[in-house]
Each structure stands twice: as C-alpha cells, then as structure tokens.
C-alpha cells in the first residue's frame, strides 16, 4: 500500500500561484511515479501532471501547460505542484496518483489515490 496526503489548497484569485504537496508513505515510493488530476464538478476525473520515478521526465496536460510544474523530491518522499496564473476554469479538488513503474494519464489505471485538496479560484 501507498500511503498519499495531499495539502496546500485554497482560495485565490485569478492570476495567483498556489502550491500543492503530496507526501507519500507505505511501500518503497521510488518505485512509484507521481501525477496530479483533479476533477471540477459534475465532471470527470482528468489528468493535469505526470512525473517519473526518478522526476527526470513531466508529462502535462495542454491545458497547465507554462503555468504549472511538477517536482518530486525522493528524500522527502513528496511531489510538489506549483500552479502559477490561476484561471477560474483550475477550480476543482486535486488528487495526487501513484503509479507502479510509469505515469498514467487514465484516471482509472491509477493505483493510488490521495483524498484530494480543494483549489478554488475566483474571477
């Protein structure tokens, strides 16, 4: 078992930076790669980030794309999501995935779930 806990959310206005965190425990977590999606209501689940086992490759959705970025640090066992020039449209609840081996953009061929932080951005 992976162990996930999401932080670092909130309320902001549009144009703000938010930093999410998520530190993992429970089994080797290196062996693991990171995501981030986030589902806004009344709809599906989606992919915003990936990141390798070894954070040497970031995957990201078109949408976050030179707004947001991706880290993991291994000692702390923590991804990191820095969210630069919020939008309105970001506002959802946020979950951090872990997958064995590779990163996954299919919300449903994750392994592992955090319980998600509310990001909720205002016009």
């Known amino acids: 078992q992976v162990q996930l806990v999401e932080s670092g959310g909130g309320l902001v206005q549009a144009g703000d930076s938010l930093r999410l965190s998520c530190e993992a425990s429970?089994?080797?977590?290196?062996?693991?790669?990171m995501g981030w999606f986030r589902q806004a209501p009344g709809k599906a689940r989606e992919f915003v980030v990936g990141i390798s086992r070894s954070g040497g490759s970031t995957y990201y959705a078109d949408f976050v794309k030179g707004r947001f970025t991706v880290s993991r640090d291994s000692d702390k066992n923590t991804v990191y999501l820095q969210m630069n020039n919020l939008i309105p449209e970001d506002t959802a609840v946020y979950y951090c995935?872990?997958?064995?081996?590779?990163?996954?953009?299919?919300?449903?061929?994750?392994?592992?779930w955090g319980q998600g932080t509310q990001v909720t951005v205002s016009s």
């Open positions: 995935a872990a997958n064995w081996g590779f990163p996954r953009s299919r919300a449903d061929e994750v392994d592992y």
């Open positions: 429970g089994r080797t977590v290196s062996n693991y790669a």
